[in-house]
Nanobody, 126 residues
């Protein structure tokens, strides 16, 4: 599956952005999807994930209550709505797709995902 992330940009602290990730060439509707981020000089970290049905979501603690992951299987797109942004949210954000189909377990790490997009940069100014 090919993934194309978009929606990044420069925003002031407290602002909002919505990232999108369009999938093609795969089995989007049966695959869990995730968002990760990588800040300069840091490891890529898990941000959020959603199962293939869209019924279950997972978040890292630092974004709970501020970020919302969703998906539209009719558009082969997963979204990350980011609210109340903080300077520490500054990073390149990557979307990822689980290579397994109809997986019913949880998501919280890079090895859960087999396909990656190119990343979109988010900068939050203070």
């Amino acid at each position: 599956v090919q993934l194309q992330a978009s929606g990044g940009g420069l925003v002031q602290a407290g602002g909002s952005l919505r990232l999108s990730c369009a999938a093609s060439g795969g089995t989007f509707g049966s695959s869990g999807m995730g968002w990760f981020r990588q800040a300069p000089g840091k490891e890529r970290e898990f941000v959020a994930a959603i199962n293939w049905r869209g019924a279950v979501t997972y978040y890292t603690n630092s974004v709970k209550g501020r970020f919302l992951i969703s998906r539209d299987n009719t558009k082969n797109t997963v979204y990350l709505q980011m609210n109340s942004l903080k300077p520490e949210d500054t990073a390149v954000y990557y979307c990822a797709a689980d290579s397994r189909r109809f997986y019913s377990g949880s998501y919280n790490k890079r090895s859960d995902f087999g396909s990656w997009g190119q990343g979109t940069e988010v900068t939050v100014s203070s």
